[in-house]
């Protein structure tokens, strides 16, 4: 099963870069999108609900033309949330989980903390609804697998420039450690795990200074999925040739079908 996962930075603006014909030559069994910028209504037929695939969008309540996230599914989930069920970070549209029999998949665009301390503060608050609420499914017996946009970078090989980006959110101290506490958790970086000593591995690039051309970049877009899972990676990849928007793609396969979770691992 392979599942694919972009910030797309608007996805009708991705529609006029290419974004459709990536798709078809793509067809992943999932696509994960992220910052999609729109309503549901705004989208043309052919990228709202394609062709092969269920789809689903959680626009952003609070401000029209922000956030967003959706998810393109060959496999019809059990059901579908839109959110944590806590309004505070439900209502910015930045959560889209569907449920299968044995895991849930996540489509997530996690908050920046480029605004000042507040917004920092909720994006470390979010991030530990997110990991609460990852906690919860696994102690119901199901996987957990989490792509989209972190808008954190781990470790210093995962940004072009560490010591310039120290105290800038995206690279903060706290924001890093909360990733260390999300790992001692039971979770596992499918990219790292699999390329552990990979350098100049971006996801993100600036849209200044011809940043993506240098390859002066981040790696803030991650597909983590729980510890039981991490002998079902077959692949990571990113895809930094794709343009259409200032992240480019991600992908991991897993191999089929997934192993029971142990208690002990809950």
Partial sequence: MNIYSWNVNGIRAATKKGFQDWFQKTMPDLLCLQETR?????????????????SYWNACRKKKGYSGVAIFSQIEPDDVHYGF?????????????????????????????????DRVDYKLRFYDAFLENSIAWMRRGKHVITLGDYNTCHREIDIARPK???????FLPVERAWI???????FVDSF???????????TWWSNRMGARSKNVGWRIDYAFVDKDLKNNIVSANIFPE??????????IELE???????????
């Fill in 38 to 54: 729109v309503e549901e209504d705004q989208i043309p037929e052919a990228i709202r609900a394609p062709e092969g695939y269920f």
């Fill in 85 to 117: 069920d806590i309004e505070e970070f439900d209502e910015e549209g930045r959560v889209l989980q569907l449920v299968f029999p044995d895991w849930v998949v996540n489509s997530i665009y996690f908050p920046n903390g480029g605004q000042g301390e």
């Fill in 164 to 170: 310039e980006n120290e105290k800038i959110s995206g």
């Fill in 180 to 186: 260390d506490k999300y790992i001692a958790a039971g």
């Fill in 192 to 202: 790292r795990y699999l390329h552990p000593t990979q350098a100049d591995a971006y």
């Fill in 242 to 251: 794709v343009q259409g928007s200032d992240h480019c793609p991600i992908s």
């Fill in 256 to 266: 089929l079908p997934f192993p029971p979770i142990p208690i002990k691992s809950v």
